[in-house]
């Protein structure tokens, strides 16, 4: 799946969103998690949204990866949208979903709209979608499950950032 699809040219999951993911370190914000192994130092920074996005996300994680061996190099983030205190139904859900499937097209799984398949997912609680982006540049995904409600992943954030001529400031 190319990251500028020819129908779709220069539409990334970043344009789905009111709030610009590159001011996240603006305003207040709070680490929430940190873990250390032999090769990386993680810390998981969030705050809540200003607005809803897609009328399902209030709460917004960023997940900031340090190599411990490569520190001039560029830190992979990861971004968590989360549905904490919304009241999340299955309408919601779909319209994640058919808004991804709207930039991206099919997922991993050859899978386009929303499915009879999604909807069994959606009410046992198992629903899960995976778009690779550009031959795994970035990955979105979709997780509707028991312990987070609703969850909107895009992993390598600052690799889509680097195609919209933005930049992200971490302080």
């Known amino acids: ?3 500028f699809d020819s129908e779709k040219k220069g539409k990334t999951i970043l344009d789905l969103f009111t709030y610009d993911l590159t001011t996240f370190f603006y305003g207040e914000y709070e680490e929430v998690d940190s873990e250390e192994t032999e090769e990386t130092f993680m810390i998981v920074y969030e705050k809540k949204l200003p607005w809803t996005e897609l009328n399902a996300f ?3 994680q960023f997940r900031v990866f340090f190599d411990k061996h490569n520190i001039t190099g560029s830190n992979p983030i990861n971004v968590k ?3 904490k205190d919304t009241i999340i139904d299955i309408d919601n859900v779909k319209s994640v979903v058919e808004n991804v499937f709207d930039v991206y097209g099919k997922d991993d799984d050859e899978r386009a ?3 009879n398949q999604d909807k069994i997912d959606f009410f046992s609680k198992k629903l899960k979608r995976i778009w690779t982006i550009e031959k795994g540049v970035s990955f979105v995904t979709v997780y509707y499950n028991e ?5 909107l992943n895009i992993l390598f954030l600052n690799n889509l950032i680097k195609h919209t001529g933005k930049y992200l400031d971490l302080k």
Request: charged share 35%.
């Open 58 to 60: 209030d709460t917004l």
């Open 1 to 3: 799946m190319d990251l």
């Open 147 to 151: 312990d987070e409600k609703l969850v």
């Open 81 to 83: 949208l989360l549905a």
């Open 113 to 115: 709209e929303w499915t």
